[in-house]
């Protein structure tokens, strides 16, 4: 399995490599220096990511988000499974070079309108290669086979560095099942009765046009309309009571802290909505399908009612919650995994109290500090699943270190070993080695430098890299300050190794 994973991650990598990253059609090479020796330049159709190298774009960086989404669910089986979303994305970002244009990712849907600052540009044909195009204008490549999809926008005027520009993209379509490069559902999985909206790693371009990677994060806020009885419901807390019209409800919500753009949801569907409070005064939003099995509900209620005492256990344990609010999305509907979308994780069937808990500890690990590159993803998933290892600790189950001796005991010549967690390929994203040999790095780690010096480097971590982005490098630096020690051979036996490591 792990084998022929590891074929396709090659071909793939070949592949990209052959169709030349930033070679999108009329879109974002450098343009040749104006002849009047100004430097404006097309912003680079990818933020540089190896695993996904047209997610995020270079030239801007996003400052906020205002999405304004109409949605309607499916009709009543037997119609297929097609939604149908309008939106209005006000998208308000600030120059980092002289930019003559620039891209945003949107995939599977069709834009109607461009504006930056107020001035509209013009729809054109995608130009050729290196081609002039007059005025201000936009085009919009979809290539699903090559997995392209970028808008380019060439405002006029230009834009100069560290000038501000509200950037306003009307568009819509029908809505899909979109999958990853893996073939797993992702982005705006439209639902009979709504939608699990869930984006990781480059899904979120299915539903609003974006820079698609965490390097480039950004506050949100939402009006999402659906047929009166749906609930709406997206990151952080509602800005106002929903507002019904003519059959039609608008539901509000604001996410004023930094937001990476996978961490974005707006699911839709039969939700109850339930309103809580931690002791120490966060607000908890959970929103729990209607239609679960009673064997589901009854277990998804038992571990969101463990939601206030978890989060007091990781403050304690780590840094306080690094967000203005939290709460789980529970859908009747399946993805078939759960993500840990930025203060409201959405859960596929059912929430069990383990997964509550790696979600909710995705919120300091991978969502405030989140991944610089795609291949830093054990950042997130080692330390999501070592957390739940340390909850289980506190709650009476198994020790972490039983937990760390399940994962030893796995044999060396098994496939399991055959990864190298700090590079696993687009496709090793979500393989149980990132989980569990990343979880148990982070126990090696703890008994080799010692309990002090692994909590103290977990709170510089979290506090060196809020609301930003690390890569492995700067991981292993916080731990060499903290213990004192060169961890070189220590993280290469255990991340950079396609072997067992032989000790801690
Ligand atoms: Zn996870």
Known sequence: ??????????????????????AVPGGATAAPVAPDGTSFTAGAAGAGDAYFPFAGNGGYDVRHYDLDITYTPPAPAPAPIVGQLTGVATIDLVATQDLDRFNLDLRGMEVQAVTVNGKSASSVTPPAFGAEVEGAAYWHVQDDAARVWELTIQPR???????????????????????????????????????????????????????????????????????????????????????????????????PDQQASYLTTASVGDYELRYGVTDSGLPIIDAVDDNLTSTNAATSDASLDQQADMIAFFEETFVPYPFNSYGSIVDDDSVGYALET?????????????????????????????????????????????????????????????????????????????????DPGPLGLFHGAVYDRGAATLHALRVNVGDEAFYAGARQWLELYNDSTGTTEDFQAVYEEVSGQNLDSFFDMWVRTRSKPTSG
């Open 342 to 422: 930025q203060t409201r994780p959405v859960y596929s069937r059912v929430a069990r109290e383990s997964t509550v808990a790696h979600e909710l500890a995705h919120q300091w690990f991978g969502n405030a500090v989140s991944p610089a590159r795609w291949q830093d993803i054990w950042l997130n998933e080692g330390w999501a699943t070592y957390a739940e290892w340390l909850w289980t600790e506190d709650s009476g189950g198994d020790s972490a270190q039983m937990s760390f001796e399940a994962v030893m005991d796995i044999p060396a010549d098994d496939a399991f070993w055959s990864l190298v967690i700090a």
């Open 1 to 22: 399995m792990l084998s022929a994973r590891n074929r396709v991650i090659g071909g793939l990598a070949a592949f990209l490599v052959g169709m030349g990253a930033f």
């Open 157 to 255: 005027p230009k834009i100069m560095k560290g000038q501000s520009a509200r950037v306003v993209v009307a568009y819509g379509g029908e809505t899909i099942r979109p999958t990853d490069v893996e073939g797993a559902l992702y982005g705006w999985v439209t639902q009979r009765d709504g939608a699990m909206v869930v984006g990781e790693p480059e899904g979120s371009m299915t539903w609003y046009p974006v820079s698609d990677h965490q390097t480039d994060k950004a506050t949100y806020s939402f009006q999402i309309t659906v047929p009166d009885g749906k609930v709406a419901v997206a990151n952080g807390l509602p800005a106002h009571d929903p507002v019904t019209d003519n059959g039609w409800t608008t539901w509000y919500w604001n996410a």
